[in-house]
């Protein structure tokens, strides 16, 4: 069990494994000509504009930034935001999709495979062990749209509940053992069958048997950040890292204005906080300036020294967010 108060911060690069797009391959597939076939296939059905078709791939293509700072720099036009989102819709599901047909001798060694083991290490199939579930003091702050973290370990921790009980019975018993929080920051497709009973989409639906473009407003961006539902996250949020221990960053970009949305680097300043993070291929002296924009050396202390011992960003190929935890996760 992981009995240490620990935040988990995820980014895109987190869930590559699982089939899904990075950040880069995400924003080019919005540029590809099979979203724009797609777009125009449907231009009717998800009421586009055929001109704004043309001039957001004109707009956007080449342009080495996300499709998310992108559609905040042109957040008044309407046409823009929609062909974005719904290509963020897009691409994700189908990273979903990807992500059942996975081989399970491939997800028992990876991130959310790893993080269930920790989580049940030390239980014993006798009375209270369900409680005992209840122990792990973690908490997920996710900038992903899709829901393969809660997918997975929800699905695994069912397996904890009695399967005699068929159907929604032993679900519904999961239910109120699973009390672990999954922030998404932008929102996310949309809730599972299991979360509410409204407005909801299964795990890995058929796209062609779905209108993307309602869960259109699902989808948030930086410029929603005073929508009431998206401020009401980010202070859950922040109070989550202001209170713990450990701070891990999981395939996270160190993206200046997601850091600034969740208060760093004064919200951790003075604290004693452990923090960990992946940044394969950054170099050195990125992960120093990476370092400066998460917190500030705590008073009296050198700041070599702190930015050495306290925050241990990790840029090697090998060390990937599964490594990380291996390595550091108490």
Known sequence: MILDDTVFILGAGSCIPYGFPSGKELS??????????????????????????T??????????????????????NDEYVKIGKLGIIKYILEGEIKSIHLK????????YAYLMNRMTTGLEYETGYKDLLLKNNIHFITFNYDRSLETFLFSEFRKYFDYNLGGWSYTNEAIKYFKFDFIHIYGKIAPLEWQQKD????????IDKINLYTYLYNI??????????????IKKAKDLISN????????FGYDDMNLKLLG???????????????????????????????????????????????????????????????????
């Open 28 to 53: 080019e597939n919005i540029c590809s000509d099979d979203y724009y076939s797609f777009i125009e296939d449907n231009y009717s059905k998800y009421k586009i504009d055929k001109k704004s078709i």
């Open 55 to 76: 001039y957001f791939r004109k707009a956007f293509n080449g342009l080495d930034i996300s499709i998310d700072r992108f559609l905040s720099m042109n957040k008044s």
């Open 104 to 111: 399970p001798t491939k997800l028992k060694n990876e991130l």
């Open 199 to 206: 407005n909801v989409l299964q795990y890995a639906p058929d």
């Open 220 to 233: 948030k961006i930086i410029y929603d950040e005073r929508n009431e539902h998206m401020l009401e996250h």
């Open 244 to 251: 713990t221990k450990n701070l891990f960053f999981l395939g």
């Open 264 to 330: 760093f680097p004064n919200i951790i300043k003075n604290k004693n906080i452990n923090i960990y993070g992946t940044a394969i291929n950054l170099l050195d002296g990125e992960l120093s300036r990476i370092k400066r924009k998460i917190t500030y050396p705590k008073e009296h202390m050198s700041i070599d020294y702190f930015y050495k011992h306290y925050i241990k960003l990790h840029n090697k190929k090998t060390n990937d967010c599964r490594w990380l935890l291996r390595q550091y996760l108490k």
